[in-house]
């Protein structure tokens, strides 16, 4: 099982990122996968949710900015991030729901 994040950078306050994330090693579309982030030195904090039908599911800090999507036949999920704030500075990360597997993640920065 594998899975490799990226699409992460440096963004102004108001600002967009499209995150990207492929799975590897396990029945992607079947997958319920998930989006967490983590600042250094803090708890692992759960994002968003995206359903192997695709519905979603978010933290209420990013409700009406996030929004998730896969596209299976790329076992891939991503996370739109519109309208960022400082606080969503931290390392965004995609494991499959339940797993123990964690990929390195993609770090975001949001600052002026």
């Known amino acids: 099982v594998q899975f490799v994040e990226s699409g992460g950078g440096l963004v102004q306050p108001g600002g967009s990122l499209r995150l990207s994330c492929t799975g590897s090693g396990f029945s992607f579309s079947d997958a319920i996968m998930t989006w967490h982030r983590q600042v250094q030195g803090k708890a692992r904090e759960w994002v968003a949710t995206v359903a192997p039908g695709g519905a979603t599911f978010y933290t209420d800090s990013v409700k009406g900015r996030f929004t998730g999507s896969r596209d299976n036949t790329l076992n891939t999920v991503y996370l739109q991030m519109n309208n960022l704030k400082p606080e969503d500075t931290a390392v965004y990360s995609c494991?499959?729901?339940?797993?123990?597997?964690w990929g390195p993640g993609t770090q975001v920065i949001v600052s002026a």
């Open positions: 494991p499959e729901y339940g797993s123990t597997t």
